[in-house]
């Protein structure tokens, strides 16, 4: 396990930052695209028309990197997925196989599911498993590894950095080894009320001990952050600890109240 999104992480930050550009900056863009259709020789003598335009041209170089990011973290993850064998295994992680019973059983979705581990392992438990992923190498694996074991899954390649889960459909939604915090919240409005959320996720702990795993620390929880993230939830299960001598991490089971 491991080596999760460390390597693309210094991108999506950036990611993260820009695209929260607010609407002025927006409305300066267009204006300085407009004035530099109409040509902004004539312009320059102006001093806030000169503004636009440059606005402009810094935007220009934000947004065009931008709209290759998705790209480019594809394009990474297919290439890990690319040989035969199971990077991950095709045992379902242990928290899971362990308090599967706690979970209401109905439609789950498996967050940034790689090659199916977790959602095969939830179909074979009676659930309706949708899965996604950035990566369609993964995509592929995952709908393989359900046919070896007599399942369907619905699996589909979906960037979650701008996918929109759709609001109270889940009753459970299933997040292994994939950190992005601003994705929480629409988690838990994905969760139809009384839905469960089943969380497990490197902790700090994990790169402090010297284990394999994302070294970057945007992508490794602090002390109690996953509990924090899901305070206004009922917790049914919390813990932090160092599994096995091999893995730091954070494992949550929290249910929404309303
Ligand atoms: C460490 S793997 C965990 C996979 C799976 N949850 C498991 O436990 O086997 C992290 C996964 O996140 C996926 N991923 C990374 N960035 C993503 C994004 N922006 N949108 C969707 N999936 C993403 C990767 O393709 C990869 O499969």
Same mark, same amino acid.
């Given at each position: 396990m491991g080596h999760t999104i460390e390597e693309i992480s210094e991108q999506r930050l950036f990611i993260g930052?820009?695209? +929260?550009?607010p609407a002025f900056p927006i409305t300066l863009c267009k204006i300085g695209y407009k004035k530099?259709? &109409? +040509?902004? %020789? $004539? @312009?320059?003598?102006?001093?806030?028309?000169?503004? =636009?335009?440059?606005? /402009?041209?810094?935007?220009?170089g934000c947004v065009v990197p931008l709209s290759f990011a998705g790209e480019k973290d594809k394009?990474?993850?297919? %290439? $890990? =997925?690319?040989?035969?064998?199971?990077?991950?295994?095709?045992?379902?992680?242990?928290f899971l196989r362990e308090h599967v019973d706690l979970l209401p059983r109905g439609k789950a979705l498996d967050i940034a599911m790689g090659e199916g581990r977790n959602a095969v392992f939830l179909a074979k438990n009676g659930f309706d498993v949708d899965g996604c992923d950035i990566s369609e190498s993964a995509i592929k694996k995952a709908l393989d590894l359900a046919t070896e074991n007599d399942v369907k899954i619905h699996a589909f390649v979906a960037d979650l950095e701008?996918? #929109?889960? !759709?609001?109270?459909?889940y009753d459970v939604i299933a997040c292994f080894y994939y950190l992005q915090r601003d994705l929480v !919240? &629409?988690?838990?409005?994905?969760? $139809? !009320?009384?839905?469960?959320?089943?969380y497990e996720t490197y902790t700090i702990?994990?790169?402090?001990? +010297? /284990?394999?795993? !994302? #070294?970057? #620390?945007?992508?490794l929880l602090k002390p109690n952050?996953?509990?924090?993230?899901?305070?206004?939830?009922?917790?049914? @299960?919390?813990?932090e600890l160092v599994l096995n001598n091999k893995k730091a991490v954070a494992s949550l089971i929290a249910k929404k109240v309303n």
């Open positions: 930052r820009i695209s +929260g550009c530099h259709l &109409q +040509g902004n %020789k $004539k @312009y320059v003598h102006n001093a806030r028309n000169f503004l =636009y335009i440059i606005v /402009f041209y810094v935007l220009l394009i990474f993850w297919d %290439k $890990k =997925y690319e040989t035969e064998s199971y990077i991950f295994g095709k045992e379902t992680v242990e701008t996918y #929109k889960l !759709p609001k109270n459909t !919240p &629409q988690m838990k409005e994905a969760l $139809k !009320p009384g839905g469960m959320m089943i702990e994990n790169r402090e001990l +010297g /284990f394999e795993g !994302p #070294k970057n #620390k945007d992508y952050e996953l509990l924090d993230l899901f305070k206004d939830c009922k917790i049914i @299960y919390y813990r």
